[in-house]
């Protein structure tokens, strides 16, 4: 398997621009999260999906931060209108159910997001 | 609430030094454990886990044991390389069926040859 796809990995954009970061997660997975890594505040969980339904999204920072999982292959995460603070490593990760328990997350390379 | 604390780095050590760093977790019931290793450039990668009270996980010369009594989950390993130096998380997943983990801070590992 080719593990979670992320794409772009180096994104640099200029204030108030719209960015969107895709994600492929690993073929049978259930569950899909959003993370973002900053050097202040470390691992933040932003936003998970089971089955492309969105579960908790309450780590979304603000309504500029938006996510879709529009099939089981598939996520987005958009950030509508950027700003400087949201310069940050995005990393999307996969899951799958075993007994009940999605225990194992398998991170991807993650997005490096840079804006100007 | 469920919340991990594990110890602030950086560690910094020589090559073939004896690796310990801490972690200790607040948890309803018996949730899994894990370490997540982070290399420079790359995403987390699990490195070990358990899931009951007393059990070890082990890999790439890494150890830990769960320990409810203590409510921790220290990582160690008795000679570390170069080629370790990365972030390490510990991380539990709740007992309650939330199918999300608890990450700490992370802990920040420089080993010199």
């Known amino acids: 398997d080719a593990g979670v796809i992320q794409s772009p990995r180096h994104e640099v954009t200029e204030m108030g621009q719209e960015v969107t970061l895709r994600c492929k997660p690993i073929?049978?997975?259930?569950?899909l999260f959003w993370y973002r890594q900053t050097m202040m505040r470390g691992l933040e969980l932003l936003i998970y999906?089971?089955?492309?339904?969105?579960?908790?999204d309450s780590g979304m920072p603000e309504d500029r931060f938006s996510a879709k999982m529009p099939n089981a292959s598939f996520s987005t995460l958009k950030i509508q209108p950027s700003e400087p603070r949201d310069s940050a490593v995005y990393f999307c990760?996969?899951?799958?159910?075993?007994?009940?328990?999605?225990?194992?997350?398998?991170f991807g390379p993650g997005t490096r997001l840079l804006v100007l | 609430g469920n919340s991990v604390t594990q110890m602030e780095g950086p560690v910094t050590l020589s090559e073939e030094a004896f690796l310990t760093i801490n972690c200790t977790y607040t948890?309803?019931?018996?949730?899994?454990l894990f370490w997540y290793v982070q290399y420079p450039g790359e995403g987390l990668q699990l490195l070990l886990k358990?899931?009951?009270?007393?059990d070890k996980g082990s890999n790439k010369g890494f150890e830990a044991t769960y320990r409810k009594e203590t409510t921790s989950f220290h990582l160690e390993k008795g000679s570390v390389q170069v080629s370790d130096s990365a972030v390490y998380f510990c991380?539990?997943?709740?007992?309650?069926?939330?199918?999300?983990?608890?990450f700490g801070a992370g802990t920040r590992l420089a080993v010199h040859p």
């Open positions: 990760a996969s899951s799958l159910i075993q007994g009940g328990r999605a225990e194992t997350q398998y």
């Open positions: 073929s049978g997975h259930d569950y």
């Open positions: 999906f089971n089955n492309n339904v969105p579960i908790d």
């Open positions: 948890a309803t019931g018996y949730p899994s």
């Open positions: 358990a899931t009951k009270a007393d």
């Open positions: 991380a539990l997943y709740p007992s309650g069926g939330y199918n999300k983990l608890i």
